[in-house]
């Protein structure tokens, strides 16, 4: 079974994606097949059509379950715990809801065995000159700007240097959309060493003079450019934009920063081809990062990730704190709308994240087959 299959019951009808688009039903994530529950529950037969579902998919393939009764939600959590399946999505139209799980364990490398709290991450806002297809937090030239304003940046980067948070990482949207960027940048390299993700295409005027204020030990720039030439990129990003990226990055080397590449890429070939291109230009191991694009934000396709697929790094924007910054806008990532005291903020996200691991050690102490 491939993509665009109904599963109801035992019948499989072909093109879903045409049927949900003709019913107005659940567009956010697209999946392989999608399982009509109907009245059926975990105790009325949904299970051998979910289980009859999978047989005929293949790992890393994306499940839609979609029923009218909520009570189905935890029962298919549940059951996606003890199946080391993820679900990573949901959503209600109409009175019926639409379950996504992904089939088999999370991907490799989606997450490094980090201590939580060591690194932090803040999006000062969420406008950006540019419109990428894959933005996991949608942002846009029409985004609201919804920025954590500098006061705030002040107290969490404070708060954060007593809490011994080892990296700050500000990202955005575009940070340098921000007239306050250099003040920002600059209360959060005097708590710790910062990293700024940016596309690089701002170093102009007054932002040139913004960068040149900026501390060089203390502050890292990480540079978007998703390939070794402009068409994948451009395609990705805008007509033009891999040129003006390539430009930020001599720019920021010229003004004597550490510039890390950085390429959201769909396959392993494409990164293969990126790595290459790194090798060519003499660009070390710790100055790049290849990342899969993550089916969030304005992504289509990408990799479906499930918060229990994350190890947690604490997120900050306006809206409050997040578990990781591949999803600092989506709810199922939100671990609390309040910021202050950082402390506790911290707190909260350890808290859940041994909520996490305790109940993984649970079912794998009930689930003993021999």
Known sequence: MRFGQIVSGAKLVRSARNISMTMGFFMRANANVELDAGAKTFASGLLPDLIAALRRSRKGDLVAVISGDPSVGPELEAWCRF????????????????????????PENVGED?????????????????????????????????????ERVRQIATEAAELGVGEIFVTGGEPFMLPNIGEILAACAAAAPTTVLTNGMLFAGSRLATLRSLPRERVTFQI???????????????????????????????????????????????????????????????????????????????????????????TITAEGVFWHPVGAEDDDLLVS?????????????????DRESEHQRRLAMIFNCA
């Open 83 to 106: 199946t080391r399946n993820s679900l990573v999505d949901a959503a209600v139209e109409k009175g019926r809801t639409r379950w996504v799980l992904r089939y088999g364990e999370a």
């Open 224 to 314: 978007s450019l998703d390939s070794p030439t402009p068409e994948r990129h451009d395609s990705h990003r805008g007509k033009g934009t891999w040129a003006r990226a390539w430009k930020g990055i001599e720019r920021a080397r010229a003004e004597g920063f550490r510039v890390r590449l950085a390429a959201t890429v769909s396959t392993d070939a494409e990164a293969d081809e990126f790595r290459s291109f790194l090798d060519a230009h003499h660009i070390s191991e710790e100055n790049r990062v290849i990342r899969r694009i993550a089916l969030r934000g304005s992504a289509t396709q990408g990799i479906a990730l499930a918060r229990a697929d994350l190890v947690p790094e604490i």
């Open 114 to 150: 980090r201590l939580v709290g060591s690194r932090l991450w803040l999006y000062t806002n969420f406008d950006c000159n540019l419109s990428c297809d894959y933005c996991c937090v949608r942002s846009s030239p029409k985004a609201p700007r919804r920025a954590l304003g500098i």
């Open 337 to 353: 709308r309040e910021i202050f005291p950082l402390a506790e903020s911290f707190a909260a996200v350890r808290r859940a994240f």
